[in-house]
C-alpha cells in the first residue's frame, strides 16, 4: 500500500492546531500512521498515541505502546492511570501508579483526581479516603474541586448520604456546581426526596447555564410524582434558553464505525434496531426484570409517553 503518511498525520495535526473537533472515528484512523511513522517511542507521541488507542478501549494496545515509551513523564503516568480508572481496572490503575512512585515521578492533582475516580466506579471508600487524604498529607498538593465531586460521588453513591453531607459541610470553600451535582445524583439512586429538594434549590441559585443538572433535579421530582414542581423547572430550563445536548454514541462493526445520536431517525438501520430494543424489552420483562420507568419524564420536550418511547429515543 502506496500512502503518504507524513501527509495524513500533518493533515491530522492541522485539524487539531485550527480547533476543529475529533470524533472516534478520526482517533482510530490516525492510530495506523503513527505505527506505520514508528513515532511512537518519543514521549510526547507515544502519550498521544496512548491516549488515543485508550480513548478508542484499546486498553492492550494502549499498554503496549507505555511500554514502549523510553523515558515516561508525568503525562505518561496519569494517561494510562485515567484510562484504566476510567475503564473500572482499579487494580490495573493503582498498580500504573505504584510504577509511577517507583520512577520518582512526582503525581499532580488530575493524577489522583484519576485515582479516587477508579475508586469511585468501585465503591472503594476507605481506599478513596486514603488517597483523597494523602494528597495533602504526603504529596502537599492543594485539592481542588474535581477531587470534592468524587470524594462526594464515592460516599454518596455507596448510600452513606450523611457522610456525603458532612464531607460537603466541612470543605474549606464554598461547595462549587459539580460538588452539588455528584450529591444530587446520589439523592436520585437513593431515593432522597427531601434532601433532593434542598439541593437543587442550592444550584437553582447559582443560575449556572449548564442544563445537566436541571434535568437531573426535574427528573427526580417527576420521578416522586411532583409533576407541577417538575414542570417549573422545566419552565425556567425553557426561559434561559437552556438546551440538553443530545446523548451520542459510537461502535466499531468490522471496518466500519457506526455513530449514533438520541432521537436519530435517520440511520438506514433504524426500523431493525428498534425492533431489537423491542423484543429485548419484551425478553426483560419475561425474565422478570422491567426499567425503572420512574426517570422517563422527558422535561425538556414535555413527553411522558413511557418505557415504548424511551427505547426510542436512546437509539
Not at 476543529?20 to 502519550?47: D, M, Q, Y
Not at 498521544?48 to 485508550?54: A, F
Not at 471508600?125 to 460521588?153: L, P, T, W
Amino acid at each position: 500500500m502506496n500512502r503518504c503518511y507524513s501527509e495524513d498525520l500533518h493533515l491530522y495535526l492541522t485539524m487539531k492546531s485550527s480547533g476543529l473537533k475529533t470524533n472516534p472515528v478520526t482517533g482510530a484512523s490516525v492510530l495506523p500512521i503513527l505505527a506505520e511513522l514508528r513515532l511512537k517511542k518519543e514521549v510526547a507521541v507515544g502519550n498521544s498515541l496512548i491516549d488515543l488507542y485508550c480513548k478508542c478501549g484499546i486498553l492492550d494496545l494502549g499498554v503496549k505502546a507505555f511500554n514502549e515509551v523510553r523515558e515516561k513523564n508525568i503525562v505518561t503516568y496519569k494517561t494510562i492511570i485515567t484510562a484504566y480508572g476510567d475503564h473500572g481496572y482499579r487494580e490495573q490503575a493503582f498498580s500504573f501508579f505504584d510504577q509511577m512512585k517507583e520512577a520518582i515521578i512526582h503525581p499532580d492533582t488530575i493524577t489522583f483526581t484519576a485515582l479516587i475516580s477508579a475508586c469511585r466506579h468501585s465503591g472503594l471508600i476507605e481506599r478513596g479516603s486514603f488517597i483523597y487524604n494523602s494528597v495533602i498529607i504526603d504529596y502537599k498538593i492543594k485539592q481542588v474541586a474535581k477531587h470534592f465531586s468524587c470524594m462526594v460521588d464515592l460516599v454518596g453513591r455507596a448510600g452513606h448520604i450523611d457522610d456525603a453531607c458532612n464531607f460537603i459541610r466541612r470543605l474549606p470553600v464554598e461547595p462549587k456546581l459539580d460538588v452539588l451535582g455528584s450529591l444530587l445524583g446520589s439523592c436520585k439512586v437513593h431515593k432522597q426526596e427531601e434532601l433532593s429538594e434542598l439541593v437543587g434549590r442550592h444550584i437553582l441559585q447559582k443560575n449556572e447555564r449548564d442544563s445537566g443538572h436541571y434535568i437531573l433535579l426535574s427528573n427526580i421530582l417527576a420521578s416522586f410524582g411532583r409533576w407541577e414542581d417538575a414542570q417549573k423547572i422545566r419552565t425556567a430550563i425553557h426561559k434561559q434558553g437552556l438546551k440538553k445536548k443530545p446523548g451520542k454514541s459510537w461502535i466499531e462493526v468490522g471496518s466500519c464505525f457506526h455513530l449514533f445520536h438520541a432521537r436519530d431517525i435517520t440511520l438506514a438501520e433504524f426500523d431493525n434496531i428498534q425492533m431489537m430494543m423491542e423484543t429485548l424489552n419484551i425478553e426483560m420483562k419475561n425474565d422478570g426484570c422491567a426499567m425503572d420507568s420512574s426517570f422517563f419524564y422527558d422535561l425538556v420536550d414535555g413527553d411522558d409517553d413511557g418505557a415504548n418511547s424511551f427505547l426510542y429515543r436512546s437509539l
